[in-house]
């Protein structure tokens, strides 16, 4: 099992541009998260997925949307880049519900210029 | 609201001492608590986690944690450090689909 992966593991962007991070786990898991990490604010939540076709609001969704079509894959887009986006991003998913250890991907770290 | 408080931004311990990680919550109900540990550069990692039961739980790498519902606490233990516990510390609770992560905790270990 490849486990969390996420693509790409570093980027830069002009304020304005859109992208999309990916992010892929190959464990069956139902429930699938999107975290930004920054400087002591540890980890915040941005969006979720119970399972497919179904997503939800974390706790910073602003500014980024997400669709969940394969059990498998749920990719997370900028719609218009801001400096306030640059940030390290991780993925993870668990066994059902959130409530369940999660597993992280390796992150990818986004600079917005 | 849920949140997690890591009262220490920063840990030095030498090599072989015990270590004490504190952690805080505050939610009404009896939460999911984790502990997440992450080297620099990496993913995070679970140490341990607590749903129920025995107050004193076991993880990997010879952590423990215990949970004390009279001070909303769950702090992490671990009797002798070594080098290769240097990384950062993440408490977490989570409520219904949403995990929310302390500000985490630097360890740093001297020889």
């Known amino acids: 099992n490849a486990g969390v992966t996420q693509t790409p593991k570093f980027q830069v962007l002009k304020t304005g541009q859109s992208m999309t991070l990916q992010c892929a786990q190959d464990m069956n898991h139902e429930y699938m998260s999107w975290y930004r990490q920054d400087p002591g604010m540890g980890l915040r939540l941005i969006h979720y997925?119970?399972?497919?076709?179904?997503?939800d609001q974390g706790e910073v969704p602003n500014g980024y949307n997400v669709s969940r079509s394969t059990t498998e894959d749920f990719p997370l887009r900028l719609l218009s880049a801001a400096p306030s986006q640059t940030s390290v991003y991780f993925c993870?998913?668990?066994?059902?519900?959130?409530?369940?250890?999660?597993?992280f991907g390796p992150g990818t770290r986004l600079t917005v210029l | 609201a849920q949140s997690v408080t890591q009262p220490d931004i920063h840990i030095t311990v030498s090599e072989g001492a015990s270590l004490e990680l504190r952690c805080n919550y505050s939610y009404g109900a009896t939460p999911y608590l984790f502990w997440y540990v992450q080297s620099p550069g990496q993913g995070l990692q679970l140490l341990l986690k607590y749903f129920s039961g025995d107050t004193l739980v076991q993880g990997i790498k010879g952590f423990e944690a215990e949970f004390k519902r009279s001070q909303s606490s769950f702090n992490l233990r671990k009797p002798s450090v070594h080098w290769s516990d240097a990384a950062e510390y993440f408490c977490?609770?989570?409520?219904?689909?949403?995990?929310?992560f302390g500000t985490g905790t630097s360890l740093t270990v001297i020889p």
């Open positions: 997925s119970v399972g497919a076709g179904i997503t």
């Open positions: 993870a998913s668990s066994y059902q519900r959130g409530n369940n250890e999660q597993f």
């Open positions: 977490a609770v989570v409520t219904g689909n949403q995990f929310y």
